[in-house]
């Protein structure tokens, strides 16, 4: 199993909702990443666990709030998100030793209103 | 400052045609990613190239350190491959990956 699974695929939520987006890998990999990415723009490095702890945060605002439950599995928990938010969200996992080959999901198209 | 190049922005090629996408970084780049993006879909992984070359189908990359480049090419191109490849470096001992800004491929029928 290679993959990286997603969902939902889309999400519209309002401003004032609560939403969260999910991750899982079987591939024993131990680093898992959240990518931003706009229209026609290269993804935009969010939040980085390595061994189920944060290791790197891109200065994201808090309203987006990550969470690895365990190695196969982040989330992504949203709050109070604006519209310039809406974007592809991407989750990514590796080896983690040094890089290692990524493997990306499909996305959360998310539309914020 | 990690940085990865890449050229052209924009590629239209004939079906049947060989197609070459060349990305250039920067010191600091020990692994090279290409990476295949459809319209509105995710990425999917074509290569990781830290030297020489990978073949896979009508999917050739190399990649020369000396001269930290990286090519990747299409043969006998399809309009299936329609689609932006992102070059994008590893950072050694990093997590993080440098993105070029993609290459946008059309292949007309």
């Known amino acids: 199993d290679t993959e990286v699974t997603q969902t939902p695929k889309h999400l519209v939520m309002g401003m004032t909702n609560k939403k969260s987006l999910k991750c899982e890998q079987h591939m024993g990999h131990r680093a898992m990443y959240w990518y931003k990415q706009k229209a026609k723009k290269p993804p935009e490095l969010m939040f980085v666990?390595?061994?189920?702890?944060?290791?790197i945060n891109e200065s994201v605002p808090s309203r987006f709030s990550p969470e690895c439950p365990n190695s196969s599995l982040l989330n992504l928990h949203l709050h109070a998100l604006q519209p310039e938010d809406s974007a592809l969200y991407l989750c990514?996992?590796?080896?983690?030793?040094?890089?290692?080959?990524?493997?990306f999901g499909q996305g959360t198209r998310l539309t914020v209103v | 400052k990690n940085e990865v190049e890449q050229s052209p922005q924009n590629l239209t090629a004939q079906e049947g045609e060989f197609i070459t996408i060349n990305c250039s970084y920067s010191v600091g780049i020990s692994a090279l990613h290409w990476l295949q993006q459809h319209p509105g879909g995710g990425i999917v992984s074509l290569f990781m190239l830290s030297s020489g070359k990978k073949k896979h189908g009508r999917l050739i990359a190399t990649i020369n350190i000396q001269e930290k480049h990286s090519s990747l090419h299409i043969t006998a191109s399809h309009p299936r491959d329609s689609a932006v490849y992102i070059c994008a470096g590893g950072q050694g001992g990093s997590e993080k990956l440098v993105f070029g800004k993609g290459t946008k491929l059309t292949v007309n029928p």
């Open positions: 666990y390595s061994y189920e702890k944060l290791s």
């Open positions: 990514a996992s590796s080896q983690g030793q040094g890089f290692g080959e990524a493997f």
